[in-house]
């Protein structure tokens, strides 16, 4: 139980396109879901928390309106990466909190590696 | 977003046991997390622990919390070379996750 997937898994796209990433939660329910970014060697970030009927909530430095985040079901938030630069090229993860589980725990997804050219 | 801070690198030979270690700086993280990415893949959770814990074992794995100086360690006993990988601690603060830069454990055979 508890997966969470994501497609694409990769894309590559041009210079001034805009790509859209879906986080699904497969077997369960989640009001929250979260988009982190992760470049190459590095860390994970959290980007934005998406909550389910309303507008997600950035973390500092992230521009909102170059990531839109739809988190329109209790099963599936997108991120839309508007008007791609190459400096978009990283890998995005999402997770996602059971809304019948305690805080404690989120389930990632397996991670979308986008490429602009 | 909150402080975490792991060493990069870990190398050592199969059957050892390897300690990862992390400091963290928000007292008010009510869980910390040891995650596993393999490269090219997603990150599996390893463990937690809750923050009125001092120790958690769980089959090989064993978490040590010092709340007091914020260190959280990661034991692997018998490191076998399918533990190659990085590891990532973090915490859960007001149910967002943030994460260390992740320690690379390369396990020789």
């Known amino acids: 139980g508890a997966v969470v997937s994501q497609h694409p898994s990769w894309v590559i796209c041009k210079s001034g396109t805009s790509v859209k990433i879906e986080c699904r939660s497969l077997?369960?329910?989640?009001?929250?879901m979260f988009w982190y970014r992760q470049f190459p060697k590095q860390s994970l970030m959290l980007m934005a928390t998406s909550n389910e009927g309303s507008k997600a909530t950035y973390e500092q430095g992230v521009e909102k309106d170059k990531f839109l985040i739809n988190h329109a079901s209790l099963t599936l938030s997108t991120l839309t990466v508007t008007s791609a630069h190459p400096e978009d090229s990283s890998f995005y993860i999402c997770?996602?909190?059971?809304?019948?589980?305690?805080?404690?725990?989120?389930?990632f997804g397996p991670g979308t590696r986008l490429t602009v050219t | 977003g909150e402080d975490v801070e792991q060493s990069l690198f870990l190398s050592v030979r199969e059957g050892d046991s390897s300690v990862i270690n992390c400091t963290y700086t928000?007292?008010?993280?009510?869980?910390l997390y040891w995650y596993k990415q393999e490269p090219g893949a997603g990150l599996q959770l390893l463990t937690y622990i809750f923050s009125n814990m001092d120790m958690k074992q769980d089959q090989r794995l064993t978490v040590l919390l010092n709340k007091k100086d914020k260190h959280l360690s990661l034991r692997i006993a018998d490191t076998q070379t399918g533990d190659s990988a990085i590891y990532f601690c973090a915490e859960n603060n007001f149910n967002k996750f943030y994460f260390g830069s992740g320690t690379k454990l390369n396990v020789k055979p």
């Open positions: 928000d007292s008010s993280s009510t869980y």
């Open positions: 077997d369960f329910q989640a009001t929250t």
């Open positions: 997770s996602a909190r059971d809304i019948d589980r305690g805080e404690y725990e989120q389930y």
